[in-house]
């Protein structure tokens, strides 16, 4: 079943929601943040979890992308004081790669939802596990790191990524 839990003032320490979350298989995090930069469905990857998230269930490509996934959003936000005082221009070269990553990961988790068409004017789209893995793989490998990160917005799959980015 699917439960909504209130976490009071976004606070997760808070004993009442942490005894709930023990119970439960997977919690899925919505965070304010990510709908203020416009990214729809605003959830947090940090902080989501899964207990079938484990090679064994899932397999291993989707394991180690989405670790992997996890480790390049975490260095990002690692990073944000540093970026914020010094400036982008400041990091290490690997930091770079890691932060323009990390932006088109944030962008490709947006999704295009068929309901929200009347709202958003952008059609719904389905892409699939595999096509998911694939996308997220390829943006982690460096195979489109020469791709605006505004290509990775709302969009489906990878392939629709470059057919936008032209």
């Known amino acids: 079943s699917m439960q909504a839990v209130y976490v009071p003032a976004d606070d997760y320490s808070d004993p009442a929601p ?11 995090a919505l965070e304010r943040s990510i709908v ?3 990214i729809y469905p605003a959830v947090d990857p940090l ?8 090679p ?3 397999g291993e490509e989707h394991y180690r992308t989405a670790r992997d996934v996890q480790q390049v959003l ?3 936000k690692d990073l944000q004081d540093i970026i914020a005082i010094l400036g982008i221009d400041e990091l290490s070269e690997d930091d770079k790669v890691i932060v323009s990553r990390a932006r088109k990961i944030e962008r490709f ?14 059609s719904g ?11 997220f793989r390829e943006i982690l490998d460096g ?6 990160e505004d290509a990775f917005m709302m969009v489906g799959s990878i392939d629709d990524v470059m057919e936008k980015a032209g």
């Open 125 to 135: 789209k389905y892409v699939s596990l595999r096509e998911t893995v694939r996308g």
């Open 18 to 28: 942490v005894a709930t979350f023990t119970h439960l298989d997977a919690t899925i």
């Open 36 to 38: 203020e930069k416009g």
């Open 143 to 148: 195979k489109h790191d020469a791709i605006s």
């Open 74 to 76: 975490q260095r990002y």
């Open 56 to 58: 064994l269930v899932v």
């Open 109 to 122: 988790f947006s999704q295009p939802f068929f309901v929200a068409e009347p709202f958003t004017g952008i």
């Open 47 to 54: 902080t989501s979890t899964s207990r079938i998230l484990d």
